[in-house]
C-alpha cells in the first residue's frame, strides 16, 4: 500500500498531540515530494531561503491545481478581492503598507503597548467569571474571546457584535482544515461565511465612513499618504484577513502556552514571581509550539534547485515552519522548551515579506495574558494530558483545554 502523504500522517490521531517526530524523520531529507506533487520543505534554512526567494508565488492563481477551478475566496468572490497574504509583489507591497500605516502603522510595537492596558482588564475580567469554579476550559473561557476582542477593537467593531465575529472566524477556520473536503469544496464552504461576514464589514465601513473613530478601518478610510486610499473592496477583504489570521492563531498560542508552563512547572512559578520572563518565553512558545505549523499557499514560478534536488517550475509547496523550528542544526537541544535561550531567530511569525503583520499584538496578547493566568488560578492542573486537538494539520492547537483549579 502507498505510504500516506505527510498530511495524512500528521493528523493521524497518533501523532497529534506530538507531530515533532514525525518532522524529525522528515528533515533526514530536507525536500520531499509527496503522492500529490506537493514539496514539502522541512529543514530551517531551505524554509527560509523559498520564504525570501522572488521565485516563489503566494498567488493562487499561480497553483496550477486551480486554474480550471479559481478558488472562490481568494480569486474572485463578489465584493472580496484577494489579500496580501495571498499576492506578490507589487500589489503585495502597497496593500500591505496601505493596511500599516494608518496607525502610524497599526501594528508597531508602540500603538500595541497602547493596548496592554485595556488586553489586561479583558484578560482580568474573563478571569473573574471563574469564580465558584474548581474547574475551566482555558481555551472556550479564555483563550478564544480574548484575540476576539483584540481584533474588534482595532477595526471598531461595536461591542455587542463580538460574538457574531466569534462565530464567523470558528466557521472560516474549520474550513482551511485539509480533512474536510478537496481544496475547491472547502473554498466554497467558507466563501458562504465570508459573504456574511463582508456584507457585515460592508456596513461597518459605511458607517465608519460616516463617523470616523480611533480604529483601523477609519484610519484606512480617511489616509491620504501614498497609494491612498485602499478601495472599499480592498478594505473589507483586509478586515477579514486580519480576522482570519489574527484569530485561531493567537488563540492557539496562548492554549499551547498554558499546556506547556503546566507541563513545566519550574517554568510556571517562575513566570508567576517574574512577570517579565513572558517576553523571552512568548518567543521560546512560538518556537517550541507553534500555532502556525507549516504554509501551502506557495507555488514555484521557477526551477529551484533546493536542498539536493531541484523543485520544477509550477510545484505547490509545503514550507513546514514547526519542523524548521525544531531544526538541531539552528537550534541546539530543539527538543527543550528553554525560555532562555539565546538567539532565538524562530519562524513562529513567518520570515520575509509575509512576515507576520500582526506579530506585535499577539506577542502583546500572550504576554499579558499568561502571567495574568498563572498569578490568579490557585494551583491549576491539567486533567487531560494530552488534550484533545484540532484535526487542521497546518494551525495547530487544542480544542479544549480542561484545567482544575482550587481558587482564583
Ligand atoms: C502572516 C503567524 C497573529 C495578521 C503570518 C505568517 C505567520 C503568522 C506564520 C506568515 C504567513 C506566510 O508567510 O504566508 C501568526 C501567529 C499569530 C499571528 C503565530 C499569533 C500567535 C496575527 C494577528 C494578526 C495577524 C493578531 C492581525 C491583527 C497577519 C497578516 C499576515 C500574517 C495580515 C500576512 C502578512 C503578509 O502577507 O504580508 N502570521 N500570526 N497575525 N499575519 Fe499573523
Redesign the pocket.
Known sequence: MAQPSIFDQILDPANRANPYPLYAELRETPVTRQPDGTYVISTYDEIVAL?HDPRVS?DPRCHPELADAPPALEAGLPGLPLT??NLDPPE?DRL?ELAMRPFGPP?TPGRVEGMRTWLAEVANELIDDFAGKNRVDLVDDFAYPL?VT??CR?LGVPREDERRFHHWADAIVANLDPTTGTFAERQHRRARVEVELGEYLNGLVEAHARRPGDDLISGMLTDTGPHAPMSRADLVSTAV??LV??HE??V??IANGMLTLLRHPEVLSRLRDEPDLAIPLVEEL?RYE???QM?T?RSTLADIPIGGTTIPKGSPLALM?AAGDRDPARFPDPDRFDPDRAGNAHL???S????????P??RVE?QVALPLLVRRLQNPRLVADPPPYRPNAELRGPRHLLVDFDTV
Open positions: 520564504l503566494s496580501f497574504i503585495h500591505r501594528c484575540p483584540a481584533i482595532l484577513l486580519l489570521a489574527g492563531t493567537t492557539n498560542l512560538l507553534p500555532p502556525v504554509r499557499n515552519l513562529g511569525f513567518g520575509g515579506i509575509h512576515y507576520c503583520y500582526g506579530a499584538l499577539a500572550a
